[in-house]
């Protein structure tokens, strides 16, 4: 995406590509404390899985996209589960002047960007007050999940995000 720097305090040209996040909030949370009371006695660290996923659909006339960063963890000491996790942190966004090719990137790589650090201070404090030491994850480059996202799609011969969307701008 071609974008024009201004200095610093100087206004953006209102026909420079740009995106605005209109809403973000948690959309689904769901925390299963499976071993309750018994969580603070353990002397073994933890095995952490976690999955990330991005979703995204078009709202209204498609004026803005709503983007979810789907986020599950779920925490073994041994084979048992100490607790799992699944949030769904929501944002809406409008591509304001965005060429139709650079839209598909924006959804998949810059939107959970954005709204990463929100979804991660949730996860640390739903584990947190479920008895356990803060889950702290480390930042993600979303980069690597929109390239596997478009072999996967290509594999089964789908059309990418934008042309399935329209030209948005």
């Known amino acids: 995406m071609n974008t024009q720097s201004a200095p610093e305090g100087a206004p953006v040209p209102a026909d420079s ?3 605005r996040v209109l809403a973000q909030y948690v959309k689904e949370l769901s925390f299963r404390n499976a071993m309750g009371a018994t969580a603070q006695a353990y002397d073994i660290q933890p095995t ?7 979703k995204s659909r078009p709202l209204g006339q498609g004026e803005a996209t709503e983007v979810d960063l789907c986020i599950n963890v779920h925490a073994r000491r041994n084979d048992t589960l ?8 929501a944002g809406v966004f409008q591509f304001m002047n965005v060429q139709p090719n ?12 954005l709204m ?9 404090e739903v584990t947190r007050e479920g008895g356990y030491p803060p889950l702290l994850i480390n930042p993600i480059d979303f980069t690597p999940l929109y390239w596997a996202e478009l ?6 011969g789908d059309v990418p995000l934008a042309s399935a969307a329209g030209a948005v701008g």
Do not use: K, N, T
Request: with cysteine; glycine share 2%; charged share 30%.
């Open 17 to 19: 590509p740009h995106l």
């Open 48 to 54: 952490i899985d976690m999955g990330v996923e991005v």
């Open 82 to 89: 100490m607790f799992s996790a699944d949030l769904v942190y």
């Open 102 to 113: 650079d839209v598909e990137p924006l959804i998949w790589i810059e939107c959970p960007r």
């Open 116 to 124: 990463f650090p929100f979804a991660r201070q949730i996860l640390a």
């Open 151 to 156: 072999r996967d799609r290509e594999a089964r």
